[in-house]
């Protein structure tokens, strides 16, 4: 299974980027595919996840209602719309994926996932 983040860049306070991950090699029927970030000198962040089984999303409290996670099931992509931006959102971004179920306490513990996209610089001037 590989993942391929996109979409990161440069972007001033107040504005906009949507990052993608491709999917290649699987399928996620099932399982939890999402988003982590980590900006230097920090630990990864959980971000948002979507549970497909479950036909849930979940959101860090720090970008709910800013950040949409979606899915396009033909190109097997996920994207991360990110609104509002501010420059504490500066940092590397990266995708996320695991074919279990996790459960609730589990979904923002970068450990519990299996594979990992390469991660796109995210960095908001003020």
């Known amino acids: 299974v590989q993942l391929q983040a996109s979409g990161g860049g440069l972007v001033q306070a107040g504005g906009s980027l949507r990052l993608s991950c491709a999917a290649s090699?699987?399928?996620?029927?099932?399982?939890?595919m999402g988003w982590f970030r980590q900006a230097p000198g920090k630990e990864r962040e959980f971000v948002a996840v979507?549970?497909?089984?479950?036909?849930?999303?979940i959101y860090a409290d720090s970008v709910k209602g800013r950040f949409t996670l979606s899915r396009d099931n033909a190109k097997n992509t996920v994207y991360l719309q990110m609104n509002n931006l501010g420059p504490e959102d500066t940092a590397a971004y990266y995708c996320a994926a695991d074919h279990a179920n996790l459960i609730q306490s589990s979904l923002r513990r970068a450990q519990e996932y299996d594979y990992w996209g390469q991660g796109t610089q995210v960095t908001v001037s003020s």
């Open positions: 979507r549970r497909w089984s479950f036909g849930s999303t």
């Open positions: 090699g699987h399928t996620f029927s099932r399982g939890v």
